[in-house]
């Protein structure tokens, strides 16, 4: 499986992913691959640097926000943090995969993630 990165497009409600030479040979460009909805507003997504994990920063306005880590190829739900007090605006993987940053208003948070050394 081949990282999709290159080809994600985010909306306020959800995320779809568009395919392209690189992601599904025998797709054509700029066809839908995958679309995950959400209740709350969905602010960021990245792909984990494999192209195997998807982590999706979301947060209604005056609540708190919530970051989930999705398997890009089944879309299960396989992580979920919820201790921010604001809206989780963005989010980012390390290098080798095994943190991931989240902002929310003045405060960042680091997540180890589970499985990893």
Do not use: Q
């Amino acid at each position: 499986m081949k990282p999709f990165h290159k080809y994600l497009f985010a909306t306020l409600t959800g995320l779809t992913l568009l395919a392209g030479p690189a992601v599904r040979p025998a797709r054509t460009a700029g066809e839908e691959i995958l679309t995950l909805k959400h209740k709350d507003v969905v602010r960021a997504v990245a792909f984990s640097p494999d192209g195997k994990r998807l982590a999706i920063a979301m947060g209604n306005l005056g609540e708190p926000g919530t970051v989930k880590v999705c398997e890009a190829d089944s879309r299960k739900e396989i992580l979920t943090f919820s201790r921010h007090t604001r809206p989780v605006l963005c989010v980012s993987w390390t290098p080798d995969g095994k943190r991931l940053a989240a902002a929310a208003g003045r405060e960042v948070r680091v997540w180890k993630i589970a499985g990893t050394r």
